[in-house]
């Protein structure tokens, strides 16, 4: 019998539940929850201190920080984020992440590629792999420079907005350290890695794991539906993709290419210990051990993050019972968003052009369009009226593509613009990290007392609302409390996710959220 949970599930790189725009709820409260005067604070402080503890990604740091590029740019306030992930992996990772959203030497579909292969896919293009060394390199640097803020370049946005003073030498080095085994000389099969996984969760089923597969996304997933809609309507992510990333680790194939290097922000190191003798009390006991490897998740997928919510509701549109857009082109719409968010300090809508629009701006792409360019360029006339004459039809064609071109080199210097304009509207937002034992470092500490406004807390931390931990002395009276529950966890069944969904939040200086 197939196991309930995976053992070797060690860490998690991407959460279970879809983004959460923490400035969009502050400034949107019902008045029953925000009666304790949370906006009208807000409204008039220096800097808005929100906590993100066990996100397991950057989706929630990521959407704080494009909607604070089109919230706060015109204020004088300050958004300061502070991110706390236990494991140094989790944290490189999430620093590389946000990295790709504001590197300005690509273009803002590459970056959207780009992150979400390495946010969601075991194995990577070539080309991704390449850059990810690149760009470790660079993080490498900025993490071992102790003085960074003062010995900075004006124009790097990187340690303009990253804040890394609060983590001690040894965690810098443990950085620093993942980083360098983004390089493509670490060898790692994860193919192998995530067969061998499979192999150990199925069991004897391993034959028959497509059935496995089956079950899971019809009688667990598809029935937890989409967030914001109609369970019944079943769910945005589509089984061919869910089946696809259990089987092989690939989630997005935006082209037809070859996924044939790793994932290196994927792996990371696992501490254990030997069960060599059991002690009087019959406890395990033994040497400590450490593996370096795929300690992630084969089982709950990474759609969610990006994939099952946004703001613009015709990627939702149902067609004869079902969807007819996937959890990919929303992802790519939600990563696309934040980025030119940050670029423009505008929210981003999608554009108004159909697909005649998109094919004049691309050019002469059918037979017809070529044989009408051939027979321009072989004219020995170029006056227009005698070439309207010889090709009826070319010269408006011409004056098109003309025109397409002109729109083209001017959407490029305007987004040039939006680059240098970019490092401005980051001034208002400071990204702090946190790794290592969250008690002594922020729990219980009177400087960090009722500072947050904002508080979200992983699936792995819910443990920290109990009140022997001290969270509840870091929110500011009213503040937010987002927590992400268990509803998409496949292991568990819609009996237990409704038991671990019952959170006490008795306490009267709390306005609590609860995400699902």
């Known amino acids: 019998m197939a196991k309930v949970f995976d053992e070797e599930n060690v860490h998690h790189f991407w959460g279970l539940s879809p983004r959460v725009d923490v400035l969009d709820l502050l400034q949107h409260l019902p008045v029953a929850i925000s009666q304790h005067g949370v906006l009208e604070r807000l409204a008039g402080a220096d800097a808005i201190h929100i906590l993100q503890i066990g996100a397991s990604d950057c989706r929630n740091s990521a959407k704080a920080l494009s909607s604070a590029c089109t919230r706060l740019a015109g204020l004088n306030q300050v958004l300061h984020i502070w991110v706390y992930e236990e494991a140094p992996e989790v944290l490189a990772r999430h620093m590389l992440l946000l990295s790709i959203l504001l590197d300005t030497r690509m273009p803002v579909r590459q970056r959207t590629e780009f992150f979400l292969e390495l946010h969601n896919n075991a194995s990577i293009q070539a080309t991704t792999a390449e850059y990810l060394e690149k760009q470790a390199k660079k993080l490498e640097d900025l993490t071992l420079d102790y003085s960074a803020h003062d010995a900075a370049e004006e124009n790097d946005v990187?340690?303009?907005?990253?804040?890394?003073?609060?983590?001690?030498?040894?965690?810098?080095?443990?950085?620093?350290?993942?980083?360098?085994?983004?390089?493509?000389?670490?060898?790692?099969?994860?193919?192998?890695?995530?067969?061998?996984?499979?192999?150990?969760?199925?069991?004897?089923?391993?034959?028959?794991?497509?059935?496995?597969?089956?079950?899971?996304?019809?009688?667990?997933?598809?029935?937890?539906?989409?967030?914001?809609?109609?369970?019944?309507a079943g769910s945005i992510i589509h089984f061919y993709h869910f089946r696809r990333w259990r089987e092989s680790g690939i989630a997005y194939e935006l082209r037809d290419c070859k996924y044939n290097e790793v994932n290196r922000t994927l792996l990371s190191t696992a501490y254990g210990t030997r069960k060599e003798y059991k002690d009087r009390l019959g406890n395990d006991k033994?040497?400590?051990?450490?593996?370096?490897?795929?300690?992630?998740?084969?089982?709950?997928?990474?759609?969610?993050?990006?994939?099952?919510?946004?703001?613009?509701?015709?990627?939702?549109?149902?067609?004869?019972?079902?969807?007819?857009?996937?959890?990919?082109?929303?992802?790519?719409?939600?990563?696309?968003?934040?980025?030119?968010?940050?670029?423009?300090?505008?929210?981003?809508?999608?554009?108004?052009?159909?697909?005649?629009?998109?094919?004049?701006?691309?050019?002469?792409?059918?037979?017809?369009?070529?044989?009408?360019?051939?027979?321009?360029?072989?004219?020995?006339?170029?006056?227009?009226?005698?070439?309207?004459?010889?090709?009826?039809?070319?010269?408006?064609?011409?004056?098109?593509?003309?025109?397409?071109?002109?729109?083209?080199?001017?959407?490029?210097?305007?987004?040039?613009?939006?680059?240098?304009?970019?490092?401005?509207?980051?001034?208002?937002?400071?990204?702090?990290?946190?790794?290592?034992?969250?008690?002594?470092?922020?729990?219980?500490?009177?400087?960090?007392?009722?500072?947050?406004?904002?508080?979200?807390?992983?699936?792995?931390?819910?443990?920290?609302?109990?009140?022997?931990?001290?969270?509840?002395?870091?929110?500011?009276?009213?503040?937010?409390?987002?927590?992400?529950?268990?509803?998409?966890?496949?292991?568990?069944?819609?009996?237990?996710?409704?038991?671990?969904?019952?959170?006490?939040?008795?306490?009267?200086?709390?306005?609590?959220?609860?995400?699902?």
Request: glycine share 6%; with cysteine.
């Open 286 to 516: 033994g040497c400590s051990v450490s593996a370096w490897g795929y300690w992630g998740d084969t089982l709950n997928s990474p759609f969610h993050s990006f994939g099952t919510a946004c703001h613009e509701r015709s990627f939702f549109k149902i067609s004869n019972k079902q969807f007819v857009h996937t959890s990919a082109a929303v992802a790519e719409y939600n990563v696309t968003a934040m980025i030119e968010e940050i670029r423009t300090g505008q929210p981003y809508a999608l554009p108004k052009e159909g697909i005649a629009q998109s094919k004049l701006a691309a050019g002469p792409t059918t037979i017809e369009d070529l044989e009408d360019m051939a027979a321009h360029n072989a004219s020995d006339t170029p006056s227009y009226g005698e070439h309207q004459d010889s090709v009826p039809g070319t010269d408006k064609k011409r004056q098109q593509w003309s025109a397409a071109a002109t729109q083209t080199a001017e959407q490029q210097a305007q987004s040039a613009s939006s680059d240098a304009a970019m490092l401005d509207r980051c001034k208002h937002v400071k990204i702090h990290f946190v790794t290592g034992d969250i008690h002594k470092l922020l729990l219980g500490r009177s400087k960090y007392g009722s500072m947050f406004s904002a508080i979200t807390v992983g699936h792995r931390h819910v443990h920290l609302l109990e009140k022997q931990h001290a969270l509840l002395g870091l929110a500011a009276p009213g503040a937010l409390l987002a927590v992400e529950t268990v509803k998409y966890m496949l292991q568990l069944s819609s009996k237990q996710v409704g038991g671990l969904a019952l959170l006490k939040s008795g306490q009267t200086r709390w306005s609590c959220f609860l995400r699902q």
């Open 158 to 232: 990187l340690s303009q907005l990253f804040d890394l003073s609060l983590l001690k030498f040894q965690q810098r080095d443990d950085v620093a350290a993942t980083f360098r085994n983004y390089s493509r000389k670490v060898v790692y099969d994860m193919q192998k890695a995530w067969d061998a996984r499979s192999r150990k969760f199925y069991g004897t089923r391993y034959d028959y794991r497509r059935n496995a597969i089956d079950w899971d996304y019809h009688m667990r997933l598809a029935q937890q539906g989409t967030p914001g809609l109609d369970p019944s």
